[in-house]
């Protein structure tokens, strides 16, 4: 069993930067695959960023490329996501996931809320 805790969401204004963490349980945090999604108001939720478990591999969506970045810390069973030069279309809840074998996603964290003003 897998518990994810996001933290770091809030609000900032166009242009700034946040980092969002998820803490993860568990002592297999390694073999898995840490995927951040995010869920804005009345629209479906949409993959960001993944990051193989050890690190090497990394993926992006297109709105995010190149401001973005995804990292984890096997040490501190951590995943992160930096986000840089932030737009109000990245308002949205922020999802961590886990899975062995994406895209089966095993675990979810609860979420946390970025808010981006213009």
């Known amino acids: 069993q897998v518990q994810l805790v996001e933290s770091g969401g809030g609000l900032v204004q166009a242009g700034g930067s946040l980092r969002l963490s998820c803490a993860a349980s568990?002592?297999?945090?390694?073999?898995?695959?840490m995927t951040w999604f995010r869920q804005a108001p009345g629209k479906e939720r949409e993959f960001v960023a993944r990051?193989?478990?050890?690190?090497?591999?990394?993926y992006y969506a297109d709105s995010v490329k190149g401001r973005f970045t995804i990292s984890r810390d096997n040490n501190k069973n951590t995943v992160y996501l930096q986000m840089n030069a932030l737009k109000p279309a990245d308002t949205a809840v922020y999802y961590c996931?886990?899975?062995?074998?994406?895209?089966?996603?095993?675990?979810w964290g609860q979420g946390t809320q970025v808010t981006v003003s213009s």
């Open positions: 996931a886990a899975a062995k074998l994406p895209p089966a996603y095993n675990y």
């Open positions: 568990g002592r297999t945090f390694s073999s898995y695959s």
């Open positions: 990051i193989s478990g050890s690190g090497v591999n990394t």
